[in-house]
């Protein structure tokens, strides 16, 4: 069974289970089965660099390596910025209870891009909590399922149905190219311009 989520709002805890929104659920899905000639079930296959060996499923893997080719273990590995300082990873969230301290408002949530969507169902009743959803209230807090190099931005609100959900998303990233230039109008020409090139509005 998958760990629960805590919520603490005003002292008081409450576990949530997660239930992931995908397009499957909202949607539905259509699956593809391909088979040969014969009618047997056919598997993905990857066609081998030398152009003749083919891998089957689960014959490919990734490998970490250092500069001198030698092979490093996932655990060995520490994330580093630009500068080559080392990055404190971030908890899980599931880890620890996450307080519920920052309010946002909905241009802080529609100024990200979200990715992720979980329906959040409470093992108990939460009534404080679930009035300031009610009223509208969109708590923010870092989120990070099971930890890394830097936790994602958490949206905790109330939709429509009287559910309660958790958006996960990064900040949208807009960078400022310049401003439009205009093509610029030539007295001259349009002076020059007899009756007959004039537009006619009143034809329809």
């Keep these: 069974m998958a760990k629960p989520l805590t919520i603490q709002f005003q002292g008081q805890s409450v576990n949530f289970t997660l239930e992931k929104i995908d397009r499957s659920k909202l949607y539905g899905y259509v699956e593809t089965d391909v088979q040969d000639e014969s009618g047997k079930h056919c598997e993905l296959g990857t066609l081998a660099g030398d152009g003749r060996s083919i891998i089957g499923k689960g014959g490919t893997a990734i490998a970490y390596l250092s500069q001198d080719g030698l092979w490093r273990k996932r655990a060995e590995l520490k994330p580093v910025d630009v500068h080559g300082k080392v990055i404190m990873p971030v908890a899980s969230s599931f880890d620890a209870p996450v307080a519920l301290e ?9 100024s990200h891009n979200i990715h992720l969507a979980y329906q959040l ?10 009035q300031e959803l009610r009223a509208g209230t969109i708590f923010q807090f870092p989120f990070s399922y099971r930890g890394g190099v830097e936790a994602s931005a958490g949206f905790l609100l109330l939709g429509s149905d009287g559910n309660v959900f958790l958006c996960v998303g990064a900040r949208t990233a807009i960078e400022f190219i310049g401003l439009r230039a205009t093509a610029a109008v030539i007295a001259d020409e349009v002076e020059e311009a007899g009756e007959e090139d004039a537009l006619d509005f009143s034809l329809v």
Excluded at 121 to 130: G, K, Q, T
């Design 102 to 110: 920052q309010r946002a408002t909905i241009d802080d949530y529609f």
């Design 121 to 130: 169902v409470p093992d108990a009743e939460h009534a404080a909590l679930m």
